[in-house]
């Protein structure tokens, strides 16, 4: 599986932006996508997750209320609408894909990764 992210850019605080990411075959049934940031000298963490029929999703409390995942499988493609911006949204954002049995936020069950998309908030 191959994943290409997209979509990110500079936004003024309070804005919104919203990320794609292209998967090169199916996710539908196999694959729980999920999005991740990483902020210089932090670790990576998670943001949202979604499963493969879509009707169940996860996210992270920082984001939760903000940020909406969606996924359009007849597309292959996974968005990341983010809204209410802040300067802390402020990452390289990385989609990801696992076929992990349980859902999970834990990068380390994501087998398949991104290029990442970098997303600056301005204060």
């Known amino acids: 599986v191959q994943l290409q992210a997209s979509g990110g850019g500079l936004v003024q605080a309070g804005g919104s932006l919203r990320l794609s990411c292209a998967a090169s075959?199916?996710?539908?049934?196999?694959?729980?996508m999920g999005w991740f940031r990483q902020s210089p000298g932090k670790e990576r963490e998670f943001v949202a997750r979604i499963s493969g029929s879509g009707a169940s999703t996860s996210y992270a409390d920082s984001v939760k209320g903000r940020f909406t995942i969606s996924r359009d499988n007849a597309k292959n493609t996974v968005y990341l609408q983010m809204n209410s911006l802040k300067a802390e949204d402020t990452a390289v954002y990385y989609c990801?894909?696992?076929?992990?049995?349980?859902?999970?936020?834990?990068?380390?069950?994501?087998?398949?990764w991104g290029q990442g998309t970098l997303v600056t908030v301005s204060s």
């Open positions: 075959v199916s996710t539908r049934r196999s694959y729980v």
């Open positions: 990801a894909a696992t076929d992990f049995s349980v859902p999970t936020s834990d990068p380390t069950r994501y087998a398949y």
